[in-house]
Nanobody
């Protein structure tokens, strides 16, 4: 299985927390979380390189944390202090390459999950 599989979305009130998970098959992939709200373009949220370099989009810095398990086959996105503007479909993406500084750009990735919905109410 090459396609990542996301889980953990849901509905929460503003200020709450959710943790997303993404199962994938190869420990040396670059991995990223993206989101797309209705009527908006897909945007990079957080990403991690095979060497452990992490990047976040400015809108989530200090609130979201990307991590993976020791086997590096499960990716997580811990989302705290959620805001209504975080409402979106969240996607996990994987690339066989080390996409480095381009890891928040969607075209850097080869494989995409089906997405999991996150809804934050005010």
């Amino acid at each position: 299985q090459v396609q990542p599989v996301e889980s953990g979305g849901g509905s929460v009130q503003a200020g709450g927390s959710l943790r997303l998970s993404c199962a994938y098959t190869y420990s040396r992939y670059s991995m990223g979380w993206f989101r797309q709200a209705p009527g908006k373009e897909r945007e990079g949220v957080a990403c991690i390189s095979p060497g452990g370099i992490i990047r976040y989009t400015n809108a989530v810095k200090g609130r979201f944390t990307i991590s993976n398990d020791n086997a590096k086959t499960t990716l997580y996105l811990q989302m705290n202090s959620l805001k209504p503007e975080d409402t979106a479909m969240y996607y996990c993406a994987a690339s066989r390459r080390d996409v480095a500084v381009f890891c928040l750009i969607s075209r850097s990735y080869d494989y995409w999950g089906q997405g999991t919905q996150v809804t934050v109410s005010s």
